[in-house]
C-alpha cells in the first residue's frame, strides 16, 4: 500500500493507494475515533457490487452503519437527491461524531461530501472512489458539491475527508469509457505540472488501458501526489489551485449544453483541454508540437478531441462559460499553458478566439 498524505494542517488525511483495502475500512475507522453510526452513501451501480462488504466491515468493527442508495449518473447530483439524504441520516439518528462513507465515483463522493459539510453544520466522512476519475481528482482536496440546471456544481462547499481510500481492485469491475475518461485528469496532471509524468503516459498508454497494476500504481500515486501539493498550497482555490482547472471552463460548458450524462466529465474535459491547448499556443506560447502532443495522447486513450457545433449551440457554450465558478466581474478567465508541465492560470480569452478554436481539429 502506498500512502500521501494531504498536508492541510488539523484537516490534514492521508490517501491510502493499494489493492484489497475495503475490507479493512471498519479497522481505519477506529483509528480515526469516528463515531459508532454511519451513513454509507452508494449510487445504483457500485452498491449491489461493494456495498455489503463495506457495511460487513463496519458491522465487525462496532459501528452501526445503514446504507442510502442514489441514482447512477451526473443528473443524481442535485438538490433533491441531498434532501432525500438528509432525512434519511435523520431517520437513523446521526449525530455530530457520526460519519459518512462515500462508496462510488465522483458524482457520489461530490454529493456525499456536500451533505457531510451540512448535515448538523458538518459531520466527518471518509471518501471511497471506486472509479479512477474519483480516485485522482474529486476525491482529493475537499470540493464538494452539487448541480444546478443553470450550471455544474453551482452549490457546494470546501470540505476535507478524514481519510481517502483507494482500492485498485474497484477498478476491475469499471466499463473501459469510464477508465478512459478518468485517464483525462491523469494527462491533465502530466500538462500542467509534471511533463515526465506525461512523457510516461505517452510511452505507457497500451500497458495502462490493459490496466497493469504497476503503471496504474505509479499514475495514481503521482496524480494524488501532485493534487496534494497544489491543495496543501491553496485549500480554497484562491490562486494556484486554479491550475487544477486546465481545460475544464470549456469542458463544464460543454457538459452543461449537453445535458448531464451525454458526455461524460472526462470526456468532455478532453475536449476541453485540447481546445486549451490550442488557445495556449496564441495566446501563452505553447509549441504547436506540444499541442499535437496534448491531441495525440488523447486519441491514445480513446477519448473524444474535437465537438461540433451549430451556431445556437456556440451561444449557449459561452452562455454556459459565463456562469463558471472561475467567472469574475463577468470576465470568463482561463488556465493555459506555456510548456507541458508548466501553466498559468487568469488569462482573459476573447469570444472571437473561443470561437476560432472550436472550428480546429
Not at 81 to 90: K, R, S, W
Not at 97 to 125: E, M, N, Q
Not at 190 to 215: H, N, P, Q, T, V
Not at 328 to 344: D, I, Q
Request: charge should be positive.
Amino acid at each position: 500500500m502506498q500512502i500521501v498524505p494531504v498536508s492541510l494542517g488539523s484537516r490534514s488525511y492521508p490517501i491510502q493507494i493499494g489493492s484489497g483495502l475495503l475490507s479493512g475500512l471498519g479497522r481505519e475507522c477506529v483509528a480515526l475515533k469516528l463515531g459508532k453510526r454511519c451513513a454509507v452513501i452508494t449510487d445504483r451501480t457500485v452498491g449491489p457490487l461493494y456495498a455489503a462488504g463495506v457495511l460487513r466491515s463496519l458491522s465487525r468493527a462496532g459501528f452501526d452503519p445503514v446504507a442510502i442508495t442514489i441514482p447512477a449518473g451526473e443528473a443524481a447530483k442535485r438538490l433533491a437527491n441531498v434532501e432525500q439524504c438528509y432525512n434519511q441520516l435523520a431517520a437513523h439518528r446521526l449525530e455530530r461524531k457520526s460519519f459518512i462513507v462515500a462508496l462510488g465515483g465522483g458524482v457520489v463522493g461530490d454529493l456525499a461530501g456536500f451533505v457531510a459539510a451540512t448535515y448538523l453544520r458538518g459531520i466527518p466522512f471518509v471518501q471511497i472512489p471506486t472509479t479512477l476519475l474519483s480516485q485522482v481528482d474529486s476525491s482529493v482536496g475537499g470540493k464538494t458539491g452539487v448541480n444546478l440546471k443553470a450550471g455544474k456544481n453551482l452549490v457546494g462547499a470546501f470540505y476535507q475527508p478524514r481519510l481517502v481510500l483507494c482500492d485498485l481492485a474497484t477498478l476491475r469491475t469499471l466499463p473501459s469509457r469510464e477508465f478512459r475518461a478518468g485517464l483525462a485528469e491523469i494527462i491533465k496532471y502530466g500538462i500542467i505540472y509534471d511533463s515526465e509524468l506525461f512523457s510516461f503516459l505517452e510511452s505507457s498508454m497500451s500497458k495502462i488501458l490493459r490496466r497493469d497494476s504497476k503503471a496504474l500504481t505509479h499514475i495514481i500515486a503521482r496524480s494524488c501526489e501532485i493534487k496534494a501539493e497544489v491543495v496543501s498550497q491553496d485549500e480554497t482555490e484562491s490562486g494556484l489551485r486554479a491550475i487544477l482547472n486546465y481545460g475544464h471552463t470549456i469542458g463544464h460548458a460543454i457538459e452543461a449544453i449537453a445535458g448531464y450524462g451525454k458526455y461524460l466529465h472526462g470526456e468532455a474535459i478532453a475536449i476541453g483541454q485540447v481546445k486549451a491547448s490550442l488557445l495556449s499556443e496564441r495566446l501563452a506560447g505553447l509549441k504547436p508540437s506540444d499541442t499535437d502532443r496534448v491531441r495525440q495522447i488523447f486519441v491514445k486513450a480513446g477519448l473524444p478531441v474535437q465537438i461540433r457545433l451549430n451556431a445556437a449551440q456556440r451561444r449557449r457554450l459561452l452562455d454556459a462559460m459565463q456562469l463558471d465558478k472561475k467567472v469574475s466581474a463577468g470576465e470568463v478567465k482561463f488556465v493555459l499553458a506555456r510548456a507541458l508541465g508548466k501553466v498559468e492560470w487568469g488569462h482573459k480569452v476573447p469570444a472571437d478566439l473561443i470561437h476560432s478554436v472550436l472550428d480546429l481539429p
